[in-house]
């Protein structure tokens, strides 16, 4: 298990060094740098020039990459171009309410797709055809035409969860939570059903084992077949797919936070692209694919949690 | 696009070429068709906007600002007052560029790795195959809007960005199939011909895999009409007022307090796309299914019209099980199963039921817990056990008899145990279910009982998983589970087929053992005469569901009444002269019909 996670973990690394690199790369294409916006339009050639210099930017880009990599590493990734903050305070100042959102769309996921799909892998038909319908539905509309219907109906009709708008926890918890409830569901319409999906097909799978005959056999309760014994052995793939989920959430993100207008990573991502604040967008990379990461090692954990040939080895 | 991919499990399976064309097949669908038909009337109002429009989409009228569908207006006006309708026209032509360059990239890319990579196969196969691995953990939004950052509104960066990013999936997904095709014989005897491997390549191995290529195709379109409509809605795309479907999405989302209709129209045409390129998908991936299978219906449950139900004798008083015309059906076979199968099992004693595989010995024992699989069922038949008369067919009441009064064991015993929970998990759950015992309790009862089955050292074995115990000690556990709840009767079904000949003696011994010491009848499955002859006091001997005769070991051996015993006894390998053929069954039972004749 140890050397599962220390696998993974080195196997990380490549990732990160990549998606960091690669952006850099993109970043020194780019016509405008740091130096200029510093200026402000002002100064003249040679004072640009000299300010290049000072900052480094006269560099071949591997050595540039390399001095962002050693400040990012004590944890330093410079500041935004445009309001002039340390990144790291901005992104750790958006970072929480991402990953709320995560969290949220983890749990919808979890509740409502395992009651799905077992409650069909067990009585098929109806419930089958429904998660068919709502896959389809979840498939073929874009995550922020679902956030904006929401929006229409349950905020503007219905008027049962404000509109836009992030209220923090510790302002008012009951608004926290109502302002959470739809761009949690936006992003997790579509998952609910993968989840449901995979779930129905490896209990299926599962339920048709010999171990399932014997445990019947034996006396135990259907509960107690199907909840415990079942569902242990069928949550392997179900962790794999919700692994996928939780890195696609990253994308969903993006928009639904834009649409809910929510102080998360993935709106300052976007204001960052937008305003092309290179400082600022690097290091939100580097924050999302961190969280990607998180998200690849906690499968492997869940995986050595629910299987126990993978713990003792 | 991750959550996409899993969607797909598009790879036929190998098997000889296809019979018909697959673009024929996929054309024949009408499904197919109707998605071909909508992607063309998109790029038909794309291509010629100008004149099928109705508007100029830039016309604002500020005086007819926000107006519902009209005569004038069909699909009405935003909050500028331009014609939605014309707008959605124009609007999906940088959708479809962006599509056409995304799947070009990915497509060229994905193909030509995936073929190269799955047909030469070694260290290339290798390098491309780690590259895939990290793009496909790249999150792609987060590369798009880098790439948006240096690139501002530059969609061909994007879509380009989009394609790079989806040839790894589409070259995963590819190369297997391609895998699969380099090792069947045609593509040997192509090469053995002498053909070059371009010529194999494209002759042979690209066409084989058409299907699974546009399955992957459709699924990335699916993939890029999003993310392109999701970047024009965020504003990094397309620049307003220029009209794309994202660009109105992203207007609607400014009016819907007040005017939300505006969401509708720009909304169905993205998602009508995204489901044409969806069910085109789906309906590749049916018809390159259908070049190697044809989907099995499943068999109704047969229409067994007259079963002469035998005469039904009484119950067996001594009996402590006594069971009366079993007959089990199976759907889609006319003939029974078990046909009605009369059994009478004495306190203490061990009845060993004979016969081949298909006899239905296995379903004769499962029927009396309810456990028949999946469409059998029994007919007719009841059992009294325990002083209570009990219907076969009533399922819910025999779930009620499992664990306490019949316990069952089975000959596959390491697949009887659930690889995730530990060996004194699943003794304890057992008794956990019958009685109410505190923890120490139960870990005391559980150690006794593994004792019972001699398992030595029963605390460290109690702790291991299924996958660390060898199958003797395996069957030992399930003996151990199956005792848990003290049942009258134990149902054995093959218990020591599955092991080593060693272990097999061991564990009949031991069932002896526990049925003298606890007084407990069995029932043992097998086809084995040794087994029968080392542990059972009597023997049923069945013959495709028919009930032969039932009698005292001692007598079957000596005098087997029904020439089928004598045939099933002459084929035991254990008794036949050494040097000869093993005498088969059919062998002894023409001998005998001429004998007879």
């Not at chain 2, 690139?151 to 960066?157: E, G, P, Q, S, W």
């Amino acid at each position: 298990m140890v050397r599962l996670i220390a696998h993974r973990l080195a196997m990380s690394v490549p990732l990160i060094v990549v998606v960091t690199f690669l952006t850099f790369f993109l970043n020194s294409l780019a016509p405008g740098d740091l130096a200029r916006s510093l200026m402000q339009g002002g100064g003249t050639e040679e004072q640009y020039q000299q300010l290049r210099a000072q900052l480094g930017l006269d560099q071949p880009v591997l050595v540039q990459y390399w001095h962002w990599l050693e400040r990012a590493a004590t944890g330093d990734l410079g500041v935004s171009f445009f309001t002039g903050e340390r990144v790291t305070t901005l992104l750790n100042g958006r970072v929480g309410v991402t990953l709320t959102l995560m969290i949220g769309v983890l749990i919808v996921c979890l509740a409502a797709g395992l009651t799905l799909g077992i409650a069909s892998a067990l009585r098929g038909g109806f419930v089958g055809r429904a998660i068919d319908v709502m896959s389809m539905l979840g498939l073929i509309f874009p995550s922020f035409w679902i956030a904006l219907v929401f929006i229409a109906v349950f905020a503007v009709w219905l008027g049962w969860f404000p509109a836009t708008g992030y209220t923090p926890f510790r302002d008012d918890p009951r608004l926290w939570f109502l302002g959470m409830v739809l761009p949690v569901m936006s992003v997790a319409l579509h998952s609910i059903t993968n989840v449901a999906k995979q779930t129905r097909d490896s209990m299926i799978d599962v339920m048709g084992r010999d171990f399932i005959r014997a445990l019947r056999a034996s006396g135990l309760s259907e509960t107690s077949v199907v909840l415990k014994h079942a569902l242990r052995n069928a949550a392997l793939p179900v962790v794999t797919v919700l692994g996928a989920i939780m890195v696609a959430a990253i994308g969903g993100a993006v928009f639904v936070e834009r649409v809910f207008v929510l102080p998360g990573l993935g709106s300052l991502a976007t204001q960052a692209a937008d305003q092309s604040d290179i400082a600022l967008l690097q290091g939100a990379t580097l924050y999302f694919t961190l969280i990607t990461v998180a998200i690849n090692l906690l499968v492997d954990l869940s995986y050595g949690w629910l299987n126990p040939k993978v713990r003792i080895q | 696009m991750s959550d996409i991919a899993i969607d797909t499990a598009a790879a036929p399976g190998a098997a000889a070429p296809e019979p018909t064309p697959f673009l024929w097949r996929l054309l024949r669908k009408p499904l197919a068709l109707a998605a071909l038909a909508w992607l063309a009337v998109v790029a038909l109002c794309a291509l010629f906007a100008a004149k099928i429009a109705p508007y100029d989409p830039l016309d604002q009228d500020l005086l007819g600002v926000k107006q519902w569908p009209s005569h004038e207006h069909w699909l009405g006006t935003d909050a500028l007052g331009r014609d939605v309708l014309s707008m959605l026209i124009y609007g999906g032509a940088p959708t479809l560029i962006g599509l056409v360059q995304a799947v070009v990239v990915a497509g060229s890319i994905g193909i030509g790795l995936s073929v190269t990579s799955g047909y030469y196969g070694g260290r290339f196969d290798a390098v491309v195959n780690q590259i895939v691995d990290l793009v496909l953990s790249l999150p792609t939004i987060v590369v798009l809007l880098a790439v948006l950052a240096v690139f501002h509104h530059n969609m061909l960066a994007a879509m380009v960005t989009v394609g790079l990013l989806g040839s790894a999936s589409m070259t995963r997904v590819i190369r297997s199939v391609a895998l699969g095709v380099r090792h069947e014989l045609y593509i040997e005897a192509a090469r053995i011909g002498g053909l070059s491997d371009a010529a194999i390549m494209t002759r042979h191995v690209i066409p084989r895999i058409l299907g699974p290529v546009l399955v992957q195709i459709s699924l990335f379109a699916v993939v890029t009409v999003l993310i392109e409509t999701g970047i024009s809605f965020l504003g990094l795309g397309v620049p307003p007022p220029d009209p794309s479907w994202g660009n109105m999405i992203a207007d609607a989302s400014v009016n819907v307090n007040d005017f939300p209709w505006l969401l509708v129209p720009s909304g169905a045409a993205a998602a009508l796309t995204i489901l044409a390129f969806g069910l085109l998908g789906d309906s590749a991936r049916d018809a390159a299914a259908e070049g190697w299978s044809r989907p099995a219906s499943a068999p109704k449950r047969a229409q067994v019209a007259a079963i002469a139900i035998k005469p039904v004798s009484a119950f067996d008083p001594q009996a402590v099980l006594s069971l009366r015309g079993l007959t089990i059906t199976a759907n889609g076979v006319a003939r029974p199963i078990v046909n009605g199968f009369d059994l009478d099992l004495k306190p203490g004693e061990t009845l060993g039921v004979v016969g081949e595989s298909g006899s239905g010995k296995t379903m004769t024992i499962l029927s009396l817990i309810g456990l028949l699989p999946h469409g059998l069922h029994v007919e007719n038949g009841a059992m009294r056990l325990d002083g209570e008369t009990i219907d076969l067919r009533d399922e819910k009441r025999l779930r009620r008899l499992r664990g306490h009064t019949l316990g069952m064991i089975f000959q596959e015993p390491m697949s009887a145990l659930d690889p995730c929970f530990t060996v004194e998990h699943h003794i304890a759950e057992v008794l956990d279910r019958f009685e109410t015992l505190s923890r120490r309790q139960a870990h005391e009862r559980v150690i006794e009982l593994l004792r019972q089955v001699q398992i030595p050292n029963p605390e460290d074995v109690a702790r291991r998983y299924p996958h660390q115990i060898s199958g003797g000690m395996a069957q030992r556990v399930s003996i151990a589970r199956s005792l848990a709840p003290k049942p009258k009767v134990l149902l054995a079904d093959e218990p020591t087929t599955a092991l080593d000949v060693t272990v097999q003696s061991e564990i009949l011994e031991l069932l002896r053992g526990l049925s003298m010491s606890r007084g407990m009848a069995i029932i043992l499955v097998t086809h084995d005469w040794g087994v029968v002859a080392d542990i059972c006091d009597r023997a049923a001997v069945l013959y495709r569901g028919d009930l032969l005769e039932c009698a005292d070991v001692v007598d079957l051996f000596n005098k087997p009444q029904h020439p089928y015993t004598r045939a099933l006894l002459k084929s035991n390998p254990h008794s036949a002269p050494v040097g000869e053929p093993l005498p088969t069954i059919q062998d002894t039972l023409a001998r005998m019909r001429e004998g007879d004749a």
